[in-house]
């Protein structure tokens, strides 16, 4: 059904979000995640360390046995003591719309999750009572025209920046307005292109009144931003 289509899009955004955590995680050299103190950080590459020695065609089979029990044992410790660093770094993500809903503290307070595809970009929002996956056409031209303006505020040219960023919120922005009203907080994860994005510089209307940027014009008069990696991590700070 409709639910079960909307959690496996979460479901996939939030795996994808996901592999970036655990790399960032797997190559920090001074973590210090959730309280996770380096003794355990040691021990765990000690442990994994010695599970891929194990691997080997050459060791017997009682000594790989014997790893695999004491990698066990510890992501068993590791999982009771320091559950968050558990979940984050190996356990798939699980979430439904409905933990999300619950999360959500008010009917002002939408979470809207950008995904990309192949040919498309889609756009999971959730608020406290409704949720919809949402399809976007229009990807290539999108993502050249997020590329465009930085540049394009540099130079100062209101019109062509106005044009540019309108088409933008247009295609970004303008088909969730139907969850939200004016007023609300937009929690925006999104990942690719759209991840250094300032959805609040972008105005809602095509052409400024004159020459010069009008505060008036802009997202951040009609909606409160704020941004999270994930609907994980938003859930699991």
């Known amino acids: ?30 973590i210090h995640f959730s309280g996770v103190p380096d003794v355990v950080i040691k021990e765990e590459a000690a442990v ?73 970009i889609y756009i999971l929002v959730t608020t406290k009572s409704k949720s919809s996956v949402i399809g976007l056409e229009h990807k290539d031209s999108v993502v050249a025209q997020i590329g465009s303006l930085r540049e394009l505020l540099k130079t100062g040219d209101a019109k062509k920046y106005y044009q540019e960023a ?30 250094s994005l300032s959805f609040e510089a972008l105005p809602t209307m095509p052409k400024p009144a004159g020459n010069n940027f009008d505060a008036r014009d802009f997202l951040f008069n009609k909606y409160n931003f704020s941004y999270t990696v994930s609907a994980f991590s938003l859930l699991n700070p």
């Open 1 to 30: 059904g409709e639910d079960k289509y909307r959690n496996s899009v979460l479901n996939y955004a939030e795996n994808k979000r996901g592999a970036f955590l655990r790399s960032s995680i797997l190559n920090s050299k001074a």
């Open 48 to 120: 994994r360390s010695a599970v891929t020695a194990a691997a080997g065609r050459d060791v017997p089979k009682s000594k790989k046995d014997s790893v695999n029990k004491a990698y066990q044992q510890f992501l068993d410790r590791l999982a009771a003591r320091y559950s968050n660093y558990y979940r984050l770094k190996y356990l798939p993500y699980q979430l439904n719309e409905k933990e999300i809903q619950q999360w959500l503290p008010n009917d002002s307070t939408a979470f809207a999750e950008y995904l990309f595809s192949k040919e498309r």
């Open 166 to 195: 309108y088409a933008v919120y247009s295609n970004l922005v303008q088909p969730l307005e139907q969850y939200v009203k004016p007023g609300s907080k937009i929690i925006i994860s999104a990942d690719g292109p759209l991840s």
